[in-house]
Structures are given as structure tokens and as C-alpha cells.
């Protein structure tokens, strides 16, 4: 089992829709939970970031973790087409050294169609 | 506000030819530094981090080395380019102690003919 599960997708939506965006994972030690936007050919964007369990929201976007389950998800409402990209989620366990770096899944490729 | 700055954008290098990119960080001290390929498909792949100067850990072997002359400063070389060298290369940094959030610099596409 990998450590973190993301579906590739592509999810296709139309503006205006409530997309959702999640991943799995199977390390209980990871704390620190992050979405990353990536358009194409740029480095990707830190969106959201979370510690431990509960909801976070940021404008249109609400970040939510549920550790009993392992499992996060990125709300993004009234979606746009200037939200078109690829959408990573990473965790870590938060300390220093090689087992704490930054486990990203490898993406979601979202369209908002106009 | 902190910054990086990852350059050249994109480069075209002959098989056997050298690389060197660099990456700078500002606004920022004694940062962790890393620096990931991205290739399609296989999501980000982490290649080197550094908790401080001169001091670099490499997560899988290869053709690459990585350098941190100075506290802000982040080198990727290679001595012989090899075709599957070919990616998208990421430099990132976090604060201390590190691994809570990484921001990344635009990236450099690179192409080995």
C-alpha cells in the first residue's frame, strides 16, 4: 500500500460546481497536511495547510482532515476556470530528519469548464 | 515575505554536458532546502535536502549531486548528463525545524537531447 493514495483524475467539472479533491494515506504518525495547486509548467502553490484533525477554510476553499479515518479533502465552491490545474495533497509527521520529509500524493488534474 | 528564486527556467543540454542549477531563498534564515523532480505520472520525487551549510542528504541514488555553499544558496550539478535526467526539476524550502510546509521556486524544465 502506498503512503498516500490521490486520484489522477481528470475530473472535468462546470463553473460554478463544488468540487471535491481527496486523498488516503496509511501513516497514523503524519500531522501536518497540505494542498499544493500546480498550473502548467510552474512550481506548485502552497493552498492550504492543516495541523491534525478538523476543518480549515480560506475564501472558497475549505480544507478537511479526518485522522481516524486517514483521509483528507479540499471543498473548492463556485469553482472557476482560473481553478484549472493540478491539485497535490502532502503530509509529514513534522519533524526533521529523512522520515519527517513531505509525502505528496501525485495529483489530481482538475478542469473548470466555462 | 520570504522568496525563491530557481533559475534557468527551462535549459537544453547535450547528453555527457554538465548541469548546474541554482536556487536562493530570501526573506528567510538557516532554512531547510530541498530539491524534488517531478516527472508525469510519478508525482514529486524527493532528491536532496539540507538542514543547514554543507550538510546535504540524498534521498535515491543517481547522477546528481546537490551543494549549499552559503545558508540561502542551493545547488544541483551533475559532472555527465544522461538522457533520463530529462524532468522537471523543483527547488522548495521550509522553516525549521522543517517538514510542516514547503514552498517551491517555479522550476526548471530540463531536456537532455
Known amino acids: 500500500q502506498k503512503e498516500v493514495e490521490q486520484d489522477p483524475g481528470p475530473l472535468s467539472v462546470p463553473e460554478g460546481a463544488i468540487v471535491s479533491l481527496n486523498c488516503t494515506y496509511s501513516?497514523?504518525?503524519?500531522?501536518?497536511f497540505m494542498w499544493y495547486r500546480q498550473y502548467s509548467r510552474k512550481g506548485p502553490e502552497l493552498l492550504m495547510y492543516?495541523?491534525?484533525?478538523g476543518n480549515k477554510e480560506d475564501g472558497r476553499f475549505t480544507a478537511q482532515v479526518d485522522k481516524s479515518s486517514k483521509y483528507i479533502s479540499l471543498f473548492i465552491r463556485d469553482s472557476q476556470p482560473s481553478d484549472s490545474a493540478t491539485y497535490l495533497c502532502?503530509?509529514?509527521?513534522?519533524?526533521?530528519?529523512?522520515?519527517?520529509?513531505?509525502?505528496f500524493g501525485k495529483g489530481t488534474k482538475l478542469s473548470v469548464k466555462p | 515575505s520570504q522568496t525563491i528564486h530557481q533559475w534557468p527556467a527551462t535549459l537544453v543540454q547535450p547528453v555527457g554536458s554538465p548541469l548546474s542549477l541554482e536556487c536562493t531563498v530570501e526573506?528567510?534564515?538557516?532554512?531547510?532546502l530541498y530539491w524534488y523532480r517531478q516527472a508525469a505520472g510519478r508525482g514529486l520525487q524527493l532528491l536532496f535536502y539540507?538542514?543547514?551549510?554543507?550538510?546535504i542528504s540524498s534521498e535515491v541514488p543517481q547522477n546528481l549531486s546537490a551543494s549549499r555553499p552559503q545558508d540561502r544558496q542551493f545547488i544541483l550539478s551533475s559532472k555527465k548528463l544522461l538522457l533520463s535526467d530529462s524532468g522537471f526539476y523543483l527547488c522548495?524550502?521550509?522553516?525549521?525545524?522543517?517538514?510542516?510546509?514547503?514552498?517551491f521556486g517555479q522550476g526548471t524544465r530540463l531536456t537532455v537531447v
Open positions: 522548495a524550502w521550509s522553516p525549521k525545524p522543517g517538514n510542516t510546509e514547503a514552498f
Open positions: 501513516n497514523s504518525a503524519f500531522q501536518y
Open positions: 492543516t495541523y491534525s484533525s
Open positions: 502532502a503530509m509529514s509527521g513534522g519533524y526533521g530528519g529523512s522520515q519527517g520529509n513531505l509525502i
Open positions: 526573506g528567510t534564515s538557516n532554512p531547510n
Open positions: 539540507s538542514v543547514g551549510i554543507g550538510q
